[in-house]
């Protein structure tokens, strides 16, 4: 059998297991989809073209290699104008934050600020009053009988902190939340037409609401990030308009990456718990057990499951074959659970010596958020297990149908 024919049988092969993917069954618990694929070598033919690459090892150093870049705005321009890479909402994000090369990302980085120890200090209390006062409305609605966890907690608190820290009004909040899950699809590994019909829709409302955010904070700056954004992109950038564009981007950026990833790190970590009873007790027991709970939680399952990069010259991957411009799609969902890199990894076991994940990417791409959405998972298990009575799951939770972004749609629990 020659080489075509092989590659040919084993993109068929691929295709069946990953269309599996894209049933609900799939999007509840696609673990052992992917481990039918890791059956097939830790790089498997994708089905639309390039690579799958599921192991841990490999996924972790193409994330830190140079050799491998961002799909940018170059390279989503060459994939021709029918290609869901050239869609309007697809391109907009193609300017953001986290779809830029060096040396344009490395501009922006350092335009953008970090949350350093001192600032998570002084968003540590607002991020335990918020908590407190998400819970206790959470305990409220118990009294009845159940409640949906997702939609009064963890969808709250995320949006309530990025708001707060940007200076978003809080009557803005419930429709940035509502744009950010339509948008999102922009960032799909395969969207539907129709599921890019809304990003479209929803990123051009989130231009306007945030140009206008700019334009507002460049008339009346104040203690803001966006307004020091507008004052770091004046001193590089001396064309006032693509300077507002630049300050607009990074704020579409971090609200974006705010809302979305961390409330479903929220959601799944909760779930997680439940799912466990007994570290119900032990956490409150010992809350300094909680950080590496939600280590456990984001290796077990991460808000995202897929990173796409591009090779920047010909080459091979364990054999694979691979040319300059093809992409890979990392599977660092899966990859959480590799045997080769953890024992017994498909045992949720927050005593690892190393939890080992890839839920904040790695390399020049490592989450910037990353602080933000552990002070906020890390409060909300601590205050969870000190200020209630141990939960139950009312009934499994439906998933949104997605791939790379994972997403719980709902979350009921009632007391134990």
């Known amino acids: 059998m020659d080489t075509g024919t092989v590659q040919s049988s084993d993109r ?43 192991g841990f090892d490999l996924c972790d150093r193409l994330l830190r290699s140079r050799e491998w870049a961002e799909p940018d705005q170059r390279w989503r321009a060459r994939q021709g104008r029918s290609s869901r890479w050239n869609t309007p909402s697809v391109r907009e994000m193609g300017h953001t934050l986290p779809a830029l090369n060096p040396p344009e990302h490395t501009r922006v980085r350092r335009a953008a600020g970090s949350f350093d120890r001192g600032s998570i200090r002084q968003m540590s209390g607002h991020v335990t009053t918020t908590t407190i006062r998400l819970l206790d409305a959470l305990a409220e609605q118990l009294r009845d009988g159940e409640a949906d966890f997702n939609a009064v907690v ?26 950010t899950h339509d948008q999102v699809f922009a960032q799909e590994l ?13 990123t051009r409302e989130l231009r306007a609401y945030f140009m206008d955010l700019v334009r507002e904070r460049r008339a009346r700056p104040g203690d803001d990030p966006v307004s020091r954004w507008i004052a770091t992109w004046d001193a590089i950038e001396p064309d006032r308009e693509k300077a507002d564009a630049g300050v607009y981007y990074l704020a579409l950026f971090v609200l974006l990456a705010a809302l979305e990833t961390t409330t479903s790190m929220l959601s799944m970590a909760v779930l997680a ?22 280590e456990e939680s984001l290796r077990w399952d991460p808000p995202t499951h897929v990173i796409t990069r591009v090779a920047t010259r ?18 660092v969902g899966a990859v959480g659970r590799d045997p080769e890199r953890h024992r017994d990894a498909e045992q949720f076991d927050p005593h690892r010596s190393a939890p080992g994940h890839l839920a904040f990417s790695g390399g020049i791409h490592y989450c910037l958020g990353a602080p933000v959405a552990r002070l906020e998972a890390q409060t909300l298990l601590r205050e969870l297990v000190r200020r209630l009575p ?18 719980l749609l709902d979350l009921d629990v009632a007391p134990a």
């Open 390 to 407: 141990r939960l139950t799951l009312v009934r499994r939770p439906r998933w949104a149908p997605r791939i790379a972004f994972r997403r």
């Open 12 to 54: 068929r092969a691929t295709v069946s297991l990953f269309s599996r993917l894209r049933t609900a069954r799939g999007q509840s618990d696609p673990f052992p989809v992917y481990a039918a694929l890791r059956s097939r070598g830790r790089v498997a033919p994708a089905p639309w073209g390039g690579h799958l690459v599921m």
């Open 154 to 179: 963890s969808e709250e608190l995320p949006v309530a902190v990025i708001g707060g820290w940007l200076g978003i009004p809080s009557a803005d909040w419930p429709r940035l939340r509502e744009l």
């Open 190 to 202: 395969l969207p539907s037409a129709s599921q890019l019909a809304l990003s479209d829709a929803a």
């Open 273 to 294: 718990l439940l799912d466990r009873p007994w570290w119900w007790d032990a956490l409150a027991a010992d809350p300094e057990l909680v950080p590496a709970f939600v």
């Open 314 to 331: 010909d080459g091979e991957l364990d054999g694979a074959a691979y040319r300059a411009g093809e992409p890979v799609h990392l599977m």
